[in-house]
């Protein structure tokens, strides 16, 4: 129930039933039907035209009957110049909150066929969410634009004011804060108003609903004194270009600025500026609680970017999960290289808000702001491959006071060095990032064919076993070869290890194939050199199902070693690598030599087929009738006969058999070796304890509905006490 409707009721203007169905306009004795839609916005204005705006309860009328008309039509709302309600003063039209720009379009031409009639000299024409007002009484009946007014009259005045917003609220109105569920509806309809059914692409109406967003921000930040209006807001005296002129100037002075946001121009008309400006004017977008216009922009957005162009963000939960998850202060670097709407970023910038308000009891203090804000534009980086969806990620930022500075267009997975000289942004390095907190795209492949780069990846490149690598003659450098394609969470992987200080966290959502598949060992052990696993928190298989995928996945949890580290892990595995093989390799080399020679001697008939040459041979060089060209045509002879015989089924059948013989003793052998491998390893590197963790309710089901629990807040404060004794050198974290 909205403040407006409880202090209506607490001075008995209205009141509600029990279950709310029904309202009771008091003076007016009308009891109407509460629970629709077109009547909780009459309500609102009715209550706003006493409280705000001084008229008395008897000077309105409530579905007034609007005369010369049959059947008998009734206005929603009549105020009257006096009690006597002889002199119709004001119509007011009310539209449900959702109405599309058609009903609202629809319902100023029935308030004006109203206000005509009934002689009225003006008209409100509103939504809730939106509002247009008219001198109907001083012009020609058909006149829609110079007429149209910024504000309706106050009680006792003739004449409305020239604008309605005004810092301070001097003889007009402040700019309110709206609620989350309002706030969604009103980005909502802008955006529709913008699309118009499909008059433009929606993804260029978010691009400019975006834009306006960012007058209007840029709008309340400028310096007023009491009693100045707001740029950001219809005039009375707009005609012609006059509104783009001033949404125009807030827009380059803004882009001044902030030359990265945006670089096209608005492109709207007068028309579509007044109905977006309409609907955005009222609200005070810099006091509107942070987490509120935060859920309202990604509510909003999160349903749009699915529609139009199949992009999932991680659900909030997740996110705030491995937020809490980790030390973040304001001190620190982080990252997320694939940042999306900001959604990581976010939570860590209020994740620092919130320790701003333990260290400083005056939240309106410079040094609050400074602790927060300085960690907002210097410490906070992300990287988004989608121009448009980056450009959102900064208008999330932007709306949240700052944070959007650090956020680049840009392929996460392109060398850093490439990446600083094309953005210009020079804080992409190596080694420069305390933690990293990302959910890269799952599966995507990228192609060598078409992403050079990846050969500067060593998971770019393919798995040799380090006992195949033993058997060849040349260097394992020679046998890098480059795979034909990887998926992106594996590339990933190794690209946020170079961003990484040593001793620096990454927590990153991925698919458990990662973790289980025989196929992925190589990146298990690579993960094993360069990294210690912190944690691992399996998420429920409908995690990401509300949000249109159904890929199983945890949450990985690292923390990278230095290089020191990494070397002496793989020297200590390539020493047990060469010791097991000069003492076992000597078997496994025997036994594929031994393979190469039973291949090479055949099977029974081809040793038949040759021992019979080589007795021919033999009596012909023992009866002295041998030559040259008869050896030759005997040999010719035999081999072809071997050919004919190699092409039998009985040939083929042998061969198998020999070659499936062999390659099991082979890979017994193999097998052996490696499990030697595999124990010599495990007792020589050092073994440290792994949070382990299983999230089954992690707060909404599969269709996205809230549940009651939320495991992962207790998973979260376990999971930053054991990283808080892993910080503190401690060996034993679960103690």
Known sequence: MSKLIELGIEKGLIALDADQKNILYTTQGKRLRYSDPEEKVRAAAYLSLVLDYGYLPEQIGIEFTVPHRVPNIYADIVVFADKTKKAPLIVVECKREEASEGELEQGIEQGFGYANSLKAKFLWMTSGLRSDYFNSGDFPAMERVVNRLADL?????????????????????????????????????????????????????????????????????????????????????????????RVQKLYENGRDKDPEVFREDIRLSNAELQTVVGYLAATNLHATDLDSKGRAFETFMTGFFRGEFGQYFTPRNIVKFIVDALPIDNEQRVLDTSCGSGGFLLHALDKVRRQADEYHDDKESKEHWRHWHDFAENNLYGIEISEGIARTAKMNMILHDDGHTNVIAFDGLEPIERMREKTKNQGFKPDRFNFIITNPPFGSKIKFAEKRYMEDYTLGCRDVNWIDLKLWTASPQDQQIVRDQQTTEVLFLEQCHRFLKPGGYLAMVIPDSILTNSSMQYVRDWIEEHWRIVAVVSLPQFAFAANGAGVKSSVLFLKKFDAATTTAIQKLKQQAQDALFDQDGKALNALIAEKKTAVKRGDAEIQRIENELVAKLEALEAQGTLNAAVKKELKTQAKVEIDAHKKTDAYAEWQKALSDDFNERIANLKEALQDDFLAEIKAKLDDYPIFMAIAEDIGYDATGRLTAKNELITVAAELARFIGHIEAGDKRPFA
């Not at 004449?159 to 509806?185: I, N, P, Q």
């Open 153 to 245: 009259p106050r009680a006792g005045e003739t004449h409305a004011s020239a604008y309605k917003y005004v810092k301070g609220g001097v003889d007009g109105f402040e700019l309110k804060t709206v609620e989350e569920a309002e706030l969604t509806r009103i980005f909502k309809q802008a955006h529709d108003a913008l699309w118009a059914g499909g008059k433009r692409n929606p993804a260029e109406a978010f691009d400019e609903l975006d834009k306006l967003i960012f007058c209007k921000i840029w709008d309340e930040r400028v310096k007023r004194k009491k009693g100045e209006p707001y740029d950001f807001q219809v005039f009375s005296s707009d005609y012609g270009d006059a509104l783009k002129k």
